[in-house]
């Protein structure tokens, strides 16, 4: 993170910041990073948030809050009009917000000379392919291969948000950047964790672990053999850090739109490499017998996912290259060794919040992910 405010933002009004997400699992570790930032004093950050109860104590941290959904159209579009950043890290799914957002940006670029700037979340599902988990894939998608991205067809996962972005940023009144994190491992740290306002677990990790549990064995979509990328928390939230120092310091220095896609990946793996240790893990923790991933049945990918396509989309191949951040400076540290080594503690941590949950159900601010 750099002292980096380029001259046309170097003015004495705070620069106005929009978070959504602010005590999730991406959204947290981003929070915490942009109230640690050198510059903070320049930035007026306010979050969307549902619970009054954590919107008291990011309060207390100096964020300012306002408490609701991005379902209530009216607050969000008249919170995103007045903001220069908007940090859009909730749903990736939920095109119905992010065209209430791009309303509200819409708004402010008529009313005032700004072109503002959006910063969303997609996920490398869109990269999936219709594997299943029985093969490989050679595709290797490029971030800077601005016409790999564009060919992919509307109908993959995320792709309506993204391709709205995209448009919006093409019609000239806002900067897109979308940052597309791989599979995210690692357990999120910080002082919203700390003080019990952020969830820090990932969604497909502990969703196979949770999943393992409740059916005495970890599973795998197929056979495991298709090949995703992964990336740790911290580096995804250093990324998004990255993205706002540059777009702030050196705008000319990103591309936007159609070109401003980011991938967050430091390495890769196999659905069954990946179910294998989880099974590992679970067997090390008396909590298995059998460390060895059986296919998950199109019941349970309901069960455990909502439906079945959601559920495959875990035996995708989605395979990414993150040049555009590393080209911006972005050095991600943790590898996927890492993320084999961390799932003991990561069994660990999640049956102990399971166990806090059951002790305190109604108290508990913690969040207890389901598969996603
Ligand atoms: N984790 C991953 O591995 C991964 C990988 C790729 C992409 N992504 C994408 O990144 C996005 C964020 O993921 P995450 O893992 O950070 O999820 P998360 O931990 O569940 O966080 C979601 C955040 O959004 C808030 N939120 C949910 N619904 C809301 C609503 N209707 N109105 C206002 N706030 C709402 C939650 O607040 P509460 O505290 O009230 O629940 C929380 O702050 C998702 O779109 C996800 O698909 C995640």
Known sequence: MGQLLSRSTQSTAQIPILILGATGYIGGSVLSRLLAHPD??????????????????LRELGVKTVIGSTDDAEKLETLASQAHIVFSMVDADDLAAIQTILRGLKKRHDTSSDIPILIHTSGAAVLGDQAKGLHDSD??????????????????????????????????????YIVVPSLVHGIASGPLVDIGIQNPFSMQIPGFILAGLDRGQVGMVGEGRAIWSNVHIDD??????VLFDTILSNPEKVGHGSEGYFFAENGEHTWYDLSKAIGEALVQAGL?????????????????TGSV???????????????????????????????????????DALVKAMQAKQQKASTSLHHIPEID
């Open 309 to 347: 396509e959601r559920g495959e989309q875990m035996g995708t191949n989605a395979r990414c290259r993150a040049n555009k951040a590393r080209a911006l400076g972005w050095n991600p540290t943790k590898t996927s060794q890492d993320m084999f080594d961390g799932l003991n503690l990561q069994v």
């Open 139 to 176: 595709v290797i998608y490029d971030d800077t291969n601005f016409e790999q991205i564009e060919a992919l067809p509307p109908s993959q996962p995320h792709h309506d948000v993204d391709i709205a972005i995209v448009e919006a940023d093409k019609q000239g009144y806002l900067k897109s």
């Open 40 to 57: 903070v004093e320049r930035f007026e950050i306010t979050a969307l948030v549902r619970s009054a109860e954590k919107a008291e104590r």
């Open 236 to 241: 995804v939230a250093n990324l998004f850090l």
């Open 288 to 304: 298995s017998k059998d460390s060895e991933p059986t296919s998950l049945t199109d019941d349970e990918l309901i069960k455990y």
